[in-house]
């Protein structure tokens, strides 16, 4: 089961990902040689027209490999052929995917927990709800004499409330209104009953949060760069390939909402960090394509090359200490 959830969300992260330079490279008419998902050995290809599909064995990696983007061409199709505006895109596009993968999965997970109503579908054991005789299924319809219409109308009564005071609570239940007395107790600095409202999917307010929630994460991966850039950053804080295996098996065993959440913040991860302008990522192409841009011609590639193959060897350096630190975190041996 871990082996499945962590291949499906490296697959759909990587391949979207690729997908959106493959797809922006066509629109811009450059040739695409190849469009792989994995790394190592492929074990299946098949060529359609000029680009030829690939699936190779490592599910941790994937690229798109056009004419002319890392050698010489003379096709006029070449990726070095096309303007810096329209490399730009492709460059982009890839993490832009992601972004929009992170959006689309987060507002299924928002529907599918539904915006909370003011209707109890569950009661916490021992809590004073229970005590007080409130059941799933109670409609809350005032407390303390102020209508309900929502269930942040609910938090804000019971959290303003005074745990030496019982609430009264309207409550529709069986088509009859009842009232209950609740005294509120008092849990980690909030006034609380114990009731967990029932979720209602609605589409647009879903929408709503998967791109509030997927604006958060990119708030969160920012704040982590600029807190590793002051050194406040340690090794447990860093985690590769085996790192989120380990988490999507966690989340794997908690079911399919918590897999989708893990998805979306990975996709959102991957795309930040391809944006960052560092040698090798697409940020990195996407600085040298700016500077293209504004001095009207382009960097000698040589130099380029070397300064990307300087920032590759980096990379891998920095993913053979996050998986060295894996192992000995996870027990894996």
Known sequence: MTALA???????????????????????????????????PRFYHKKYGDTEYSIRALPIGGYVKMEGEDEESDDPRGFSKKSPLARIAVVAAGAIMNFILAIIVLSIVS????????TISEIIDN????????????????????????????????ENSNTETQLEIMIERNNDIM???VTPRNEDGRNVIGIVPKGEGNFITAVKEGFSNTAYFIKLMTNFITTAFKGNVSADDLSGPLGVISAVNQAANQGIISLLYLLGFI???????????????????????????????????????????IGLILLFALMIFVTYNDILRTNLF
């Open 6 to 40: 962590a291949i499906f969300v490296f697959l759909i992260v990587i391949f979207l990902h690729e997908l959106g330079h493959f797809t922006v490279a066509k629109i811009v008419g450059i040739k695409v040689n190849e469009l792989s998902i994995g790394m190592g």
């Open 111 to 118: 529907f599918m927990i539904g915006e909370p109503t003011t």
């Open 127 to 158: 809590s004073p709800a229970e005590l007080a005789g409130l059941e799933p299924g109670d409609k809350i319809i005032s407390i303390s004499g102020k209508d309900i219409n929502s269930w942040d109308d609910i938090v804000e009564a019971i």
């Open 179 to 181: 009232s209950i007395q």
């Open 267 to 309: 996709s959102v991860n991957l795309g930040f960090i391809n944006l960052l302008p560092f040698p090798a990522l697409d940020g990195g192409r996407i600085v040298f394509l700016i500077v293209e841009l504004l001095r009207g011609k382009p960097i000698d590639p040589k130099k380029e090359g070397l300064i990307h193959f």
